[in-house]
């Protein structure tokens, strides 16, 4: 059997007398989505600092297929974990910059390649996006969803191996979610790179998720499907139900309302002991 592609070990860190994570044990399978959940104030942002490499652990271990991260030489680091990238919550695209130079921006501040060649990469990953219209355009000119597209062709510019998404839809509402963990889903599968979600945005994330890590009091609780996460025993279930009648309030289309009741069912019959036939309002049009 493979290694994992990312493995922690036992990881804690802490930041003065505050422990953020505590004996932090994952797994993280190559080619999968892989989605990190938990509340606002869990460390999912600490975990993913530790993910790229920008937080070192107190104790224990990280390892990268197998080797443990100090051990890798600067030259592996260069052809194997150093493609990582990075597609920021808020899209950080450079608003002095065009769409095609805030894409290019990655290949020309940490490679050596030619003029034609940056332009033959960025050219493909804008076809691949549809922004060829949007080129030469300002981020302030693109509406919401051709930025995040932007982003995403900045993102996988370098031909990344790994791809780390920071709450790709928070503050979105529920169709542009949609839309843009399809995308995400879409691009991943055409690419087939490594995706690591953070995110609180709980059920929007299972459908595009091979697995789920369910990060609460500091350290990882779960890992699994998200089918198997409908049959976990646990304190961290009041947390989601908590989430999916946030959610549930936001749903009006029929359809999506019905699909979310069967999705979460057992999760409602389990932390209520009860026979539940549908979350309230399942058949409600509106």
Excluded: C
């Excluded at 769409?99 to 921006?105: F, W």
């Excluded at 990344?160 to 928070?170: C, K, M, Q």
Aim: zero cysteines; aromatic letters at 6%.
């Amino acid at each position: 059997m493979n290694a994992p592609l990312i493995e922690f070990q036992d990881v804690t860190k802490s930041f003065g007398t505050k422990t953020v994570l505590d004996r932090v044990n994952l797994q993280i399978n190559a080619g999968e989505v892989t989605t990190i959940i938990g509340l606002s104030g869990s460390g999912k942002s600490v975990l993913l600092k530790h993910i790229i490499g920008l937080l070192k652990p107190d104790s224990g271990r990280i390892l990268f297929q197998g080797q443990p991260l100090e051990e890798i030489t600067t030259g592996e680091r260069k052809t194997g974990l150093a493609r990582i990238s990075y597609m920021f919550q808020d899209n950080a695209l450079f608003d002095s910059l065009s769409v095609y130079d805030n894409i290019a921006l990655p290949l020309r501040e940490t490679t050596n390649l030619s003029r034609s060649e940056i332009s033959r990469r960025v050219r493909a990953r804008v076809e691949q996006m549809e922004l060829a219209d949007a080129v030469n355009k300002y981020p302030s000119e693109l509406s919401g969803g051709m930025q995040k597209r932007a982003a995403l062709a900045r993102a996988l510019v370098t031909d990344p191996r790994i791809v780390l998404f920071d709450e790709p839809t928070s503050g979105q509402d529920p169709i542009r979610k949609n839309a843009i963990l399809g995308m995400i889903a879409q691009y991943q599968r055409q690419i087939g790179f490594t995706a690591i979600l953070v995110s609180h945005e709980i059920p929007d994330v299972y459908f595009i998720s091979n697995r789920i890590l369910a990060l609460y009091d500091r350290s990882v609780v779960f890992q699994g499907t998200p089918a198997e996460l409908e049959d976990f025993d646990h304190p961290f279930l009041d947390d989601i139900i908590r989430s999916l009648e946030e959610l549930r309030r936001e749903l009006t289309d029929p359809y999506a309302r019905s699909r979310f009741a069967m999705a979460h069912r057992e999760l409602e019959k389990r932390r209520t002991g009860q026979d539940a036939r549908g979350l309230p309002g399942e058949n409600q049009h509106g």
